[in-house]
């Protein structure tokens, strides 16, 4: 979660890397994908870090406008740095799901809670690949480097990950992991 002004950087510095773009004029003028991420980012900056309530409303309204316009509903503070969306189109996230680290999203994909509930939502670990058509669901927890393939319904944890899953429900396919399915635009500091 980003909380400070370096936190911002570091996480427009990943999806920039993550979307396989380099910083130009014209990227930031005509990309809406990477507009729509670095609005997000901005928004969750100036929500963590109490900032100036008016700017942060300016920051909202444009992030919601491009939003409509993109066909996304993702709410502030559920991806972690390194977010790769791939295309237009519908994609609907819960606000209390949560998202690691390297994340690449395609269309079409929905991660929502159980049905009836309102906080009973997937968290997801870092190195993620979700596929188009993607339903993910439920109080659950997939782990670290998994694939998830297109059309896949997910309503069980997957918590040791590095596998590739699919079907419906879904149902680990093969033990090939996420790599080379995604750029990972963050990298974990070194410990100390």
Do not use: W
């Not at 929500?47 to 300016?58: D, F, G, P, V």
């Amino acid at each position: 979660m980003i909380s400070s002004y370096q936190d911002y950087l570091n996480y427009l510095e990943a999806d920039l890397k993550s979307l396989n773009k380099i910083r130009t004029k014209s990227s930031f003028l005509f990309d809406n994908i990477l507009n729509f991420q670095r609005l997000m980012r901005k928004c969750e900056y100036f929500e963590n870090c109490n900032i100036n309530k008016h700017r942060k409303a300016l920051a909202l309204y444009r992030y919601e406008r491009l939003s409509i316009k993109l066909g996304f509903s993702i709410p502030i503070n559920v991806f972690g740095p390194g977010l790769s969306i791939a295309h237009y189109g519908t994609i609907v996230v819960n606000g209390s799901a949560r998202v690691g680290a390297n994340c690449r999203l395609h269309t079409c994909v929905n991660i929502g809670t159980a049905a009836g509930k309102t906080s009973d939502a997937p968290h997801i670990g870092d190195n993620c690949y979700i596929a188009p058509g993607v339903k993910i669901f439920g109080k659950i927890i997939l782990g670290d480097n998994i694939a998830i393939a297109a059309n896949a319904v997910v309503n069980k944890s997957f918590v040791n990950g590095s596998c590739t899953i699919g079907g419906v429900p879904a149902k680990i396919l093969s033990n090939k992991t996420s790599d080379g399915l995604l750029i990972q635009g963050y990298t974990t500091p070194p410990s100390k």
